[in-house]
Nanobody
Framework: QVQLVESGGGLVQAGGSLRLSCAAPGIIVMFNAMGWYRQAPGKQRELVAAITSGGSTNYADSVKGRFTISRDNAKNTVYLQMNSLKPEDTAVYYC?????????WGQGTQVTVSS
């Protein structure tokens, strides 16, 4: 059974940093494309960053140069390092993967950036 379990959200001041983690029991992250999405109140869910099984990464323009997606194969965990956070980064952040043609989401973790 595929599970995605996020952690690491919280309240931080503008300019601060947070690291989100996504543990993924049931799949092997190094063999799957993984993504981080976010959804702010009243807005659609949007892709923030993604990493392919080959290790290629891509980012939303709004976070390029500030956020870094990575994975630890030994821990079977994907991370999102978020630096220079802005109030507009406030959202619920979700981990995502597509496995065996099914779309899986974690429960989400709240990130709040105060000005």
């Amino acid at each position: 059974q595929v599970q995605l379990v996020e952690s690491g959200g919280g309240l931080v001041q503008a300019g601060g940093s947070l690291r989100l983690s996504c543990a993924a029991p049931g799949i092997i992250v190094m063999f799957n494309a993984m993504g981080w999405y976010r959804q702010a109140p009243g807005k659609q869910r949007e892709l923030v960053a993604a990493i392919t099984s080959g290790g290629s990464t891509n980012y939303a323009d709004s976070v390029k140069g500030r956020f870094t997606i990575s994975r630890d194969n030994a821990k079977n965990t994907v991370y999102l390092q978020m630096n220079s956070l802005k109030p507009e980064d406030t959202a619920v952040y979700y981990c995502n993967t597509v496995y065996a043609r099914s779309n899986y989401w974690g429960q989400g973790t709240q990130v709040t950036v105060s000005s």
